[in-house]
């Protein structure tokens, strides 16, 4: 059976302990990695794997020794409960030995949970659990994580009051963040909010999530597009100390530009343009107000900058490359007056 989108993620947080055996793959390895953490937990219980009701089985050793799955299945433990018997890293080189696993599961024996990489189409060992009757087969890909899986995730650490916007910025940061920095964000947000009655906010997200020089990045462009000529400078030491490159800059400056323009030229709105455009938390805001003071035409004018600074700082020119972006960044600075 095939599970996708918020079906499969239902699953994973409660999966069926009467099904022979659960596949989970895909090219992200930390999305996989968390979810069948969260899928075996579920089967054993936290505490299954102290009391030793998991066996780990690497894809090399059962290739080795094919009969390792089948005899951990059948295995009985010291302490009672529900068991799992987890094979890692598979390929469909283990495909025939993990079919002749499954066929010979009977109830009581521990769930086979099968966690691979990327699998094409044509793979057998998800042909193979595709078709059979009582094991499940997930595919994890690039999509970010929905709402829902946000919303269940921040509950399992009893923060349950999230304002409306709040909710938005988070959708917003997980596309923004790999699967593995957005689960430590979380995480962080949860600790943060512990045993804290009020709701989790916008600026709360900002101030937590994670801080990089993309960050201060954005401190230079927001000087720039607020007209703030003076800041110009000393941002622009400060990034060229840490070894930013002009051409990083102007690559980011060209996106602020864009998300503007794509704000005030959205039939929905500023607010639905700095959406798409994966805006969130107090630079929303910032940006939100930004579009509207610059106006469509003047946008059209800091592209076209932005875009003759490009070629310049990628063709043969002698110019020093540093001072050719500031002197841009004035300009576009002054180019409001």
């Excluded at 302990?17 to 219980?45: H, N, S, W």
């Excluded at 704000?263 to 929303?284: E, W």
Aim: glycine residues 8%; contains cysteine.
């Amino acid at each position: 059976m095939k599970l996708a989108g918020a079906e499969a993620s239902r699953y994973c947080a409660k999966p069926d302990p009467a099904r022979a055996g659960l596949l989970i793959f895909g090219a992200d390895t930390m999305r996989v990695a968390l979810k069948r953490q969260e899928a075996i937990a579920a089967l054993i219980d936290p505490q299954g794997e102290g009391e030793m009701r998991l066996t780990r089985i690497q894809a090399s050793d059962l290739r080795k020794d094919p009969s390792l799955l089948a005899d951990a299945t059948r295995a009985v433990g010291f302490f009672p409960g529900p068991r799992v018997a987890f094979v890692e890293d598979a390929t469909d080189g283990l495909t025939a030995t993990i079919a002749e696993a499954l066929q010979g599961w009977q109830k009581g024996d521990a769930q086979i949970v099968v966690a691979a990489g990327n699998l094409t189409g044509k793979s057998t060992l998800k042909t193979l659990f595709e078709k059979h009757l009582n094991a499940v087969c997930i595919g994890l890909y690039d999509d970010p994580p929905t709402r829902d899986e946000i919303e269940a995730e921040l509950a399992k650490a009893g923060l349950t009051q999230i304002s409306a916007e709040a909710m938005t910025d988070l959708t917003t940061l997980a596309r923004a963040l790999d699967p593995g920095d957005f689960r430590q964000t979380l995480e962080k947000i949860a600790l943060y909010k512990y045993r804290d009655p009020n709701p989790l906010t916008p600026q709360e997200i900002h101030d937590l999530a994670p801080a990089t020089i993309e960050a201060e990045v954005d401190d230079l462009l927001a000087a720039v597009a607020d007209q703030n000529a003076k800041a110009i400078g000393p941002l622009m030491r400060r990034l060229e100390g840490q070894g930013v490159a002009p051409v990083t800059l102007c690559i980011g400056a060209l996106r602020h530009f864009r998300a503007l323009h794509v704000a005030v030229t959205d039939p929905g709105g500023i607010s639905a343009g700095l959406m798409k455009a994966r805006v969130f938390g107090p630079r929303r805001d910032a940006m939100q107000r930004q579009a509207g003071n610059w106006g469509m035409h003047k946008l059209e004018s800091a592209l076209s900058l932005l875009i003759e600074t490009d070629m310049t700082l990628r063709s043969a020119s002698r110019a020093p490359t540093m001072a050719v972006m500031e002197r841009s960044l004035l300009r576009l600075a002054m180019m409001k007056r």
